[in-house]
């Protein structure tokens, strides 16, 4: 799942992707195609089910992947994480007279000649109506992060829009209308402006965009289809079709890539790499990621507010084995966020040990006293947990039998409760698990900002339904240092800002960071034209071809 991100400067993800392997075979004949392969048609899965096809109401990493293919963005990302013009016609900034002297008036100057895949002409009005829809309360947006700033809003013509701020914004590019992360997209206003708010309208279960492909049908919980859009402005892709199929068990997609059932998996866990890597006809490719896999507490719940409980279920658990016997070795142990390939990444935050002797002792000097069962308990608040999950995830099961051994050491039970997981990534409006803090503890992955921008998932003002900070910490000398951090325009401005949140946060400790990921796909060997980026890896579809 991501968070809503943002995007990498082309240096540092150049840097990054020198890491990345590949590995699989060639595909039979020369030129030709295994006789599993459907022309021009490509077949992915996940192991996720999908609660919408709103970007703007949905935040899921399936979800994120469909979009870039299909919804309408200004700003999309290259291969190396750049910010790319898409329906703007150049990226705002000082230089090209985009951005204000003073930093808080944004210029977008956008492409004639665009129309929806309807057929319907875009326009600035379609941008406004947007900027709009997301600032309307009314609408059950997952976060309103760098939104709020907008003061006003100026359309001088049919094809140039502009945001007044409250302040500068050095994340603009990466927030508004980027396909960078999980970002809300520019709406048709011809289709939604009837309606007082989008929260359940027709529109989220086939939504019409501007991209090189076009959604033909959605079959809850089984599959979601999209064609190639004849009217994209930039040309008919080489792809005619694309079918996600919705799998809901890991294994059972395991075993159709394996009979070449389907021709992508992505993400693929890493538990499940090195059995990708043996299967004859398809390619694997690892890279260095920015998501972030993590265990979340809910500091909103009496257990959890003590911050030496949060402390010791970090020492508590061993992310080394976790990498090692899960993991397969993949990704890098820390208690950062940011990952080592940001610009922003501060080496100076200390990754806490495992030591379950140090835990008990932090607990003990804590007041928390064992009782019935070993289980320790202070003021009449038991250290018993509810641990909640995507059902279907064998790997993130393993993970957590070995977390609860490690905490019973420490006089801490869990009790698991598995959902599906339209329901786990549900809407705080719709109940669910996550936005709807129905957990104790919980784990998934965030996207990682390429700014290092962690307001959206730990400001004070971003709890749901108002933002992503599901973990419901508050800190306001850390809330004081991320705002200042957003009004600078260059990382070296940024980075005071950016250590001291990224070292409070490994103090109060709302989250035990499992690792940083991998990115891995494993794809056929027929698929070409295929270069995923870390931020939007289905950006840049135009050319790829099965």
């Given at each position: 799942m991501y968070g809503r991100t943002?995007?990498?400067?082309?240096?540092?993800?150049?840097?990054?992707?020198?890491?990345?392997?590949?590995?699989?075979?060639?595909?039979?004949?020369?030129?030709?195609?295994?006789?599993?392969?459907?022309?021009?048609?490509?077949?992915?899965?996940?192991?996720?089910?999908?609660?919408?096809?709103?970007?703007?109401l949905q935040t899921q990493t399936v979800v994120a992947y469909m979009s870039s293919l299909t919804m309408a963005f200004l700003m999309k990302t290259g291969p190396h994480n750049e910010a790319t013009p898409e329906l703007v016609t150049v990226v705002p900034s000082k230089e090209n007279g985009g951005i204000s002297s003073d930093g808080k008036i944004i210029t977008f100057r956008l492409r004639k000649g665009v129309v929806w895949s309807d057929g319907q002409p875009f326009t600035a009005d379609d941008v406004v109506f947007s900027t709009n829809v997301i600032l309307n309360p009314a609408n059950?947006?997952?976060?309103r992060s760098g939104w709020d700033l907008i003061t006003k809003i100026d359309e001088p013509d049919k094809y140039t829009v502009r945001y007044f701020l409250k302040k500068p914004y050095g994340g603009f590019m990466y927030q508004y209308f980027?396909?960078?992360?999980?970002?809300?997209?520019?709406?048709?206003?011809?289709?939604?402006?009837?309606?007082?708010?989008?929260?359940?309208?027709?529109?989220?279960?086939?939504?019409?965009?501007?991209?090189?492909?076009?959604?033909?049908?959605?079959?809850?919980?089984?599959?979601?289809?999209?064609?190639?859009?004849?009217?994209?402005?930039?040309?008919?892709?080489?792809?005619?079709?694309?079918?996600f199929k919705i799998i809901p068990d890991r294994n059972t997609t395991?075993?159709?890539?394996?009979?070449?059932?389907?021709?992508?998996?992505?993400?693929?866990?890493?538990?499940?790499?090195?059995?990708?890597?043996?299967?004859?006809?398809?390619?694997v490719l690892k890279q260095p990621g920015y998501n972030f896999g993590h265990i979340d507490f809910n500091i909103a719940h009496p257990a959890l507010r003590d911050v030496a409980v949060r402390t010791a279920l970090r020492l508590a658990t061993d992310r080394i084995t976790i990498r090692d016997k899960i993991r397969h070795g993949l990704g890098t142990v820390q208690d950062d966020m940011v990952a080592p390939t940001n610009p922003a990444f501060d080496p100076k935050v200390p990754t806490t040990p495992f030591s379950i002797a140090q835990a008990n002792a932090l607990?003990?000097?804590?007041?928390?006293?064992?009782?019935?069962?070993?289980?320790?308990?202070?003021?009449?608040?038991?250290?018993?947990?509810v641990f909640a999950t995507s059902s279907g995830t064998p790997d993130t099961d393993q993970m957590i039998e070995l977390v609860r051994g490690w905490w019973k050491q420490i006089?801490?039970?869990?009790?698991?409760?598995?959902?599906?997981?339209?329901?786990?990534?549900?809407?705080?409006?719709?109940?669910?698990?996550?936005?709807?803090g129905k957990f104790d503890l919980v784990t998934f992955q965030w996207g990682g900002d390429p700014q290092g921008d962690l307001s959206n998932l730990y400001e004070c003002n971003q709890f749901p339904p108002n933002g992503q900070n599901v973990v419901h910490y508050c800190n306001p000398k850390v809330?004081?240092?991320?705002?200042?951090?957003?009004?600078?325009?260059?990382?070296?401005?940024?980075?005071?800002?950016?250590?001291?949140?990224?070292?409070?946060?490994?103090?109060?400790?709302?989250?035990?960071?499992?690792s940083i990921a991998d990115d891995i796909f494993a794809y056929s060997s027929d698929l070409t034209g295929f270069h995923p980026n870390q931020l939007a890896a289905f950006d840049g579809f135009q050319n790829v071809d099965i």
């Open positions: 943002a995007l990498l400067c082309a240096a540092v993800a150049a840097t990054a992707l020198t890491g990345c392997t590949k590995v699989g075979t060639q595909s039979a004949g020369v030129g030709g195609r295994h006789a599993y392969t459907i022309p021009h048609t490509l077949r992915y899965a996940t192991a996720e089910d999908i609660a919408g096809l709103n970007p703007h059950n947006e997952i976060s980027s396909s960078a992360g999980a970002n809300p997209c520019v709406l048709p206003k011809h289709l939604l402006a009837q309606y007082p708010n989008i929260n359940n309208v027709p529109y989220n279960s086939l939504p019409v965009g501007i991209g090189p492909f076009k959604y033909l049908s959605w079959k809850r919980s089984d599959s979601v289809e999209m064609v190639a859009n004849p009217s994209y402005f930039r040309g008919k892709p080489k792809l005619d079709k694309i079918i395991l075993t159709e890539l394996q009979a070449h059932e389907i021709d992508l998996w992505a993400p693929v866990s890493a538990n499940y790499y090195p059995r990708v890597q043996g299967i004859d006809g398809v390619t607990l003990d000097k804590a007041g928390w006293a064992r009782g019935p069962g070993g289980i320790r308990a202070k003021n009449g608040v038991r250290l018993a947990l006089g801490v039970d869990i009790d698991v409760k598995r959902y599906q997981s339209a329901m786990m990534f549900g809407p705080y409006s719709a109940g669910g698990i996550i936005y709807g809330d004081q240092a991320m705002e200042t951090f957003k009004t600078l325009y260059s990382f070296q401005a940024r980075q005071p800002y950016a250590n001291f949140v990224q070292e409070q946060l490994q103090r109060d400790a709302p989250t035990i960071v499992t």
